[in-house]
């Protein structure tokens, strides 16, 4: 069940792996460069390219996609984010359509709290899995207000650009990053002019529970929207309170709109100091840009859910087909929704995962289980006995892309002990989507079935060439 999006007679096949055994050439023809990588990597040990305390990983190879690549993404952002918008339209107008998703109540009722501005679905990060041989794309998941990684990609493509190899592979291309962070900045600020309680001179916050968060990432955010004229702030959700008219921060700053980091399964877990946020919400004493609607998209249900016959009747025959071609099929680990004997007997062809979490929490691939560890996982999380609903999903063998291992370690090496043959790395595209725009990618490589940080994932610059 892949897409590949409609293409002229005359377009050319993509010619990513083209350029990147270009790249790889170059680095070899300079002997490695084996100072630009050192250079590279020393450039990310001293960067604000932090996840959990932690500087990334990334090869010095980055990802390069030619403009048939870019059409294809297009098109596939911009077709689900209609999708999706759809779908949470309905969710908000019919009782009855509801009742095909099973939410904690709490959530149920702050889904249904007016936003007050026009964008459903502002910001959100669609992952998907490009075949670059045949442009054909599989979804993994969809990711609303917690999306990351805009300044992952934003300090690797800073770590690589003064090297040797890349300055001769942009002599000889035209060569262009992604920008992830003014056109967003942008965006909220236009999207809060919608507001029907807007004021003027509006203080921003954006909000998230710190210890989850990409902190650094918000904090240069914060500076970009202070330096386009929006007063800006870092908070954590328990810091805010609410006096029944101003939603205030931890120094009794007011804030009157805020860029809702936080995933919503946080906000359930912190329910009671979260309170200030939920009280301003619900008074509409604040613009929440997203609105909690958008735990619709994140939550892993609506994978089910778009092939549900009640979806499916609001959605033309093309979405139908898109949907048909790109989602994996998608069930509850539930006995009433599928043979649990027939998924214990074909581990390849499945992944588990939970329908509300992050950071590939609990999430496994079976190709990668034995078959007792497979066995265990299910008995573990089907038929909700871990005290949460978990889905089954077809697993999509990713696309695998040459690079150089990442260089973590590489000035604790001789130059003679740097790798400099290739290695072959699984590949996960996260498409930015910032108010049904498509604005860049986050390219995420890994040597597993999972890709995530904590299975060696690593992150690498993203190039759009020619």
């Given at each position: 069940m892949t897409y590949t999006a409609p293409q002229p007679a005359d377009q050319p096949v993509f010619k990513n792996a083209a350029y990147t055994q270009e790249y790889i050439d170059i680095a070899e023809s300079l002997d490695g460069d084996i100072p630009g990588r050192r250079a590279a990597r020393a450039y990310m040990d001293s960067s604000t390219a932090i996840v959990h305390h932690r500087v990334v990983s990334t090869s010095f190879v980055p990802k390069l996609y030619d403009a048939a690549s870019r059409r294809v993404m297009r098109e596939v952002v911009e077709t689900t984010h209609r999708i999706l918008c759809k779908v949470m339209q309905h969710y908000l107008d019919d009782a009855e359509y509801r009742k095909i998703f099973d939410y904690d109540p709490r959530l149920a009722e702050l889904i249904l709290v007016p936003r007050g501005y026009d964008a459903l679905l502002p910001f959100a990060r669609f992952d998907i899995f490009l075949d670059e041989n045949t442009g054909d794309v599989a979804f993994c998941e969809f990711n609303g207000d917690g999306s990351s990684g805009m300044n992952e990609n934003r300090e690797i493509t800073h770590s690589v650009e003064e090297t040797a190899t890349f300055k001769e592979f942009a002599r000889r291309h035209h060569v262009e990053g992604c920008e992830l962070f003014d056109a967003w900045v942008r965006e909220f600020a236009a999207i809060y002019a919608t507001y029907e309680h807007r004021v003027e001179n509006p203080r921003f916050a954006i909000c998230d529970y710190l210890q989850n968060g990409v902190v650094d990432e918000f904090h240069l955010f914060a500076k970009r929207f202070t330096e386009a004229g929006h007063p800006c702030t870092v908070c954590d959700v328990r810091d805010l309170t609410f006096d029944g008219e101003v939603l205030r921060d931890k120094e009794g700053q007011p804030v009157h709109a805020i860029w809702r980091r936080c995933v919503t399964n946080d906000v359930l877990e912190f329910w009671d100091e979260s309170q200030a946020l939920i009280e301003a919400v619900k008074a509409q004493k604040v613009a929440l840009i997203g609105s909690f609607a958008g735990h619709v998209v994140h939550d892993k249900q609506i994978f089910e859910a778009l092939f549900n016959p009640m979806t499916q009747a609001f959605l033309t025959p093309e979405e139908i087909a898109f949907v048909e071609r790109t989602v994996p099929q998608t069930r509850y680990l539930n006995e009433k929704e599928v043979d649990l004997d027939a998924i214990r007997a074909d581990k390849d062809a499945w992944i588990i995962k939970p329908t509300d979490a992050y950071g590939a929490?609990?999430?496994?691939?079976?190709?990668?289980?034995?078959?007792?560890?497979?066995?265990?996982?299910?008995?573990?999380?089907?038929?909700?006995?871990?005290?949460?609903?978990?889905?089954?999903?077809?697993?999509?063998?990713?696309?695998?892309?040459q690079i150089l291992t990442p260089d973590d370690g590489i000035a604790n090496l001789a130059d003679d002990q740097v790798q400099r043959e290739p290695v072959l790395y699984n590949n996960l595209e996260g498409l930015y989507c910032y108010n049904g725009t498509f604005q860049g990618i986050f390219s995420r490589l890994g040597p597993f079935p999972t890709i995530s940080k904590p299975m060696k994932g690593i992150t690498c610059a993203t190039i759009w060439v020619d």
């Amino acid at each position: 069940m892949t897409y590949t999006a409609p293409q002229p007679a005359d377009q050319p096949v993509f010619k990513n792996a083209a350029y990147t055994q270009e790249y790889i050439d170059i680095a070899e023809s300079l002997d490695g460069d084996i100072p630009g990588r050192r250079a590279a990597r020393a450039y990310m040990d001293s960067s604000t390219a932090i996840v959990h305390h932690r500087v990334v990983s990334t090869s010095f190879v980055p990802k390069l996609y030619d403009a048939a690549s870019r059409r294809v993404m297009r098109e596939v952002v911009e077709t689900t984010h209609r999708i999706l918008c759809k779908v949470m339209q309905h969710y908000l107008d019919d009782a009855e359509y509801r009742k095909i998703f099973d939410y904690d109540p709490r959530l149920a009722e702050l889904i249904l709290v007016p936003r007050g501005y026009d964008a459903l679905l502002p910001f959100a990060r669609f992952d998907i899995f490009l075949d670059e041989n045949t442009g054909d794309v599989a979804f993994c998941e969809f990711n609303g207000d917690g999306s990351s990684g805009m300044n992952e990609n934003r300090e690797i493509t800073h770590s690589v650009e003064e090297t040797a190899t890349f300055k001769e592979f942009a002599r000889r291309h035209h060569v262009e990053g992604c920008e992830l962070f003014d056109a967003w900045v942008r965006e909220f600020a236009a999207i809060y002019a919608t507001y029907e309680h807007r004021v003027e001179n509006p203080r921003f916050a954006i909000c998230d529970y710190l210890q989850n968060g990409v902190v650094d990432e918000f904090h240069l955010f914060a500076k970009r929207f202070t330096e386009a004229g929006h007063p800006c702030t870092v908070c954590d959700v328990r810091d805010l309170t609410f006096d029944g008219e101003v939603l205030r921060d931890k120094e009794g700053q007011p804030v009157h709109a805020i860029w809702r980091r936080c995933v919503t399964n946080d906000v359930l877990e912190f329910w009671d100091e979260s309170q200030a946020l939920i009280e301003a919400v619900k008074a509409q004493k604040v613009a929440l840009i997203g609105s909690f609607a958008g735990h619709v998209v994140h939550d892993k249900q609506i994978f089910e859910a778009l092939f549900n016959p009640m979806t499916q009747a609001f959605l033309t025959p093309e979405e139908i087909a898109f949907v048909e071609r790109t989602v994996p099929q998608t069930r509850y680990l539930n006995e009433k929704e599928v043979d649990l004997d027939a998924i214990r007997a074909d581990k390849d062809a499945w992944i588990i995962k939970p329908t509300d979490a992050y950071g590939a929490a609990d999430v496994y691939a079976g190709c990668f289980q034995t078959q007792e560890q497979w066995e265990q996982i299910i008995a573990k999380f089907a038929n909700g006995a871990a005290g949460a609903p978990f889905l089954v999903q077809r697993y999509i063998t990713p696309f695998k892309t040459q690079i150089l291992t990442p260089d973590d370690g590489i000035a604790n090496l001789a130059d003679d002990q740097v790798q400099r043959e290739p290695v072959l790395y699984n590949n996960l595209e996260g498409l930015y989507c910032y108010n049904g725009t498509f604005q860049g990618i986050f390219s995420r490589l890994g040597p597993f079935p999972t890709i995530s940080k904590p299975m060696k994932g690593i992150t690498c610059a993203t190039i759009w060439v020619d």
